[in-house]
């Protein structure tokens, strides 16, 4: 699964360093204009004028010889090559952060993950399921860090792409339930989403539907829009299975629309076309009526081939 890449704005510090000495100074004005302008860029899907904020931002972190704020916008330039693909550039990205941070004496688990996230892209499944179980594992992060929760959850996610849901399962067992109560929506979600596509592979299928509603609510909340379409359009799937015809359709509408104002035209056709399907055959006017005014929108978008600014879900 595909996700869009949380973008840091601060590092905890969680290790104490023994580098060489620093002098506080106060933020620089260049790096927090650059930076400020980069999150609202991101925020707004442009990820290549992001990119290029975060870059102006970095540049000037380097300058003034600030590890801190070279690790974490590097990290962020690193996740906005990511979702342009550009990975090779985002691995030397996520090196110089991890060494940056070292230099810091800081831990620095969130650059960990996402490269577990990049090595997965690329298919070098044995290297990312290393790297994140080390990471899963490591004395460094504190066990009520909430970041434990999401190398889990990319665990459960690497043994559903291996069609293993009991597997899946079973990392998801190990979650401390204290944390992840504790934990934003976001993680929340991503848990909840692990568990639906595991079930689902169990062919527990209602189950399955009612964690990924779940996940999709909690995506809603924390305004991860991409990531709440790709989990509609698993619960509809799973609702499919089950034989509920009509919630399959609502939520096949639902994604379609979402992926469509995404610009992942290829996933929204897709889901157009299941709720189209379902929506005959069950006779239902009232979306029908909905699916004939989203219809030209998405054909207009699927001629224009406008490329997706956001990582595709799956």
Same mark, same amino acid.
């Given at each position: 699964?595909?996700?869009?890449?949380?973008?840091?704005?601060?590092?905890?510090?969680?290790?104490?360093?023994?580098?060489?000495?620093?002098?506080?100074?106060?933020?620089?004005?260049?790096?927090?204009?650059?930076?400020?302008?980069?999150k609202?860029?991101?925020?707004?899907?442009?990820?290549?004028?992001?990119?290029?904020? /975060?870059?102006?931002?970095?540049?000037?972190?380097?300058?003034? @010889?600030?590890?801190?704020?070279?690790s974490?916008?590097?990290?962020?330039?690193?996740?906005?090559?990511?979702?342009?693909?550009?990975?090779?550039?985002?691995?030397?990205?996520?090196?110089?952060?991890?060494?940056?941070?070292?230099?810091? !004496?800081?831990? #620095?688990?969130?650059?960990?993950?996402?490269?577990?996230?990049?090595?997965?892209?690329?298919?070098?499944?044995?290297?990312?399921?290393?790297?994140?179980?080390?990471?899963?594992?490591? &004395?460094?992060?504190?066990?009520?860090n909430?970041?434990?929760?999401? #190398?889990?959850?990319?665990?459960?996610?690497? $043994?559903? @792409?291996?069609?293993? !849901?009991?597997?899946?399962?079973q990392?998801?067992?190990?979650?401390?339930?204290?944390?992840?109560?504790?934990? !934003?929506s976001f993680?929340?979600? !991503?848990? $909840?989403?692990?568990?639906?596509?595991?079930?689902?592979?169990?062919?527990? #299928?209602?189950?399955?539907?009612?964690?990924?509603?779940?996940?999709?609510?909690?995506?809603?909340?924390?305004?991860?829009? &991409?990531?709440?379409?790709?989990?509609?359009?698993? $619960?509809? %799937?799973?609702?499919?299975?089950?034989?509920?015809?009509?919630?399959?359709?609502?939520?096949? /509408?639902r $994604?379609?629309?979402?992926?469509?104002?995404?610009?992942?035209?290829?996933?929204?056709?897709?889901?157009?076309?299941?709720?189209?399907?379902?929506?005959?055959?069950?006779?239902?006017?009232?979306?029908?009526?909905?699916?004939? %005014?989203?219809? &030209?929108?998405?054909?207009?978008?699927?001629? @224009?081939?406008?490329?997706?600014?956001?990582?595709?879900?799956?």
């Amino acid at each position: 699964m595909k996700r869009c890449i949380l973008i840091i704005t601060s590092i905890p510090l969680l290790l104490a360093g023994c580098g060489s000495p620093r002098i506080a100074c106060r933020p620089d004005a260049e790096i927090e204009r650059n930076s400020s302008a980069a999150k609202t860029a991101y925020a707004a899907g442009s990820i290549e004028s992001a990119s290029a904020f /975060y870059q102006k931002a970095l540049n000037r972190a380097r300058l003034a @010889d600030q590890p801190l704020d070279i690790s974490k916008l590097a990290y962020n330039l690193a996740a906005c090559r990511a979702q342009m693909r550009q990975y090779p550039g985002a691995l030397e990205l996520l090196d110089e952060a991890e060494f940056e941070s070292a230099k810091a !004496g800081t831990c #620095f688990p969130e650059a960990i993950l996402l490269r577990c996230e990049i090595l997965r892209h690329l298919g070098q499944t044995n290297e990312a399921l290393a790297t994140a179980r080390s990471g899963a594992d490591s &004395p460094k992060i504190p066990k009520n860090n909430p970041v434990r929760i999401q #190398f889990q959850v990319f665990l459960a996610d690497m $043994a559903c @792409d291996r069609n293993d !849901g009991k597997l899946a399962l079973q990392e998801l067992v190990s979650l401390d339930r204290n944390t992840l109560k504790s934990s !934003g929506s976001f993680a929340q979600a !991503g848990v $909840a989403h692990a568990r639906g596509r595991a079930l689902f592979l169990e062919k527990r #299928f209602d189950e399955a539907a009612v964690c990924l509603d779940d996940s999709a609510r909690l995506y809603q909340k924390s305004q991860r829009y &991409p990531d709440m379409a790709g989990a509609l359009q698993n $619960a509809a %799937r799973a609702c499919s299975a089950a034989n509920k015809r009509m919630e399959a359709a609502d939520r096949f /509408y639902r $994604a379609a629309r979402s992926f469509y104002l995404c610009g992942d035209n290829a996933r929204a056709q897709e889901s157009f076309s299941r709720a189209n399907d379902l929506a005959k055959e069950l006779d239902d006017k009232i979306l029908l009526n909905a699916l004939a %005014r989203l219809k &030209p929108e998405i054909s207009r978008a699927a001629e @224009d081939k406008i490329p997706s600014k956001n990582a595709k879900l799956e």
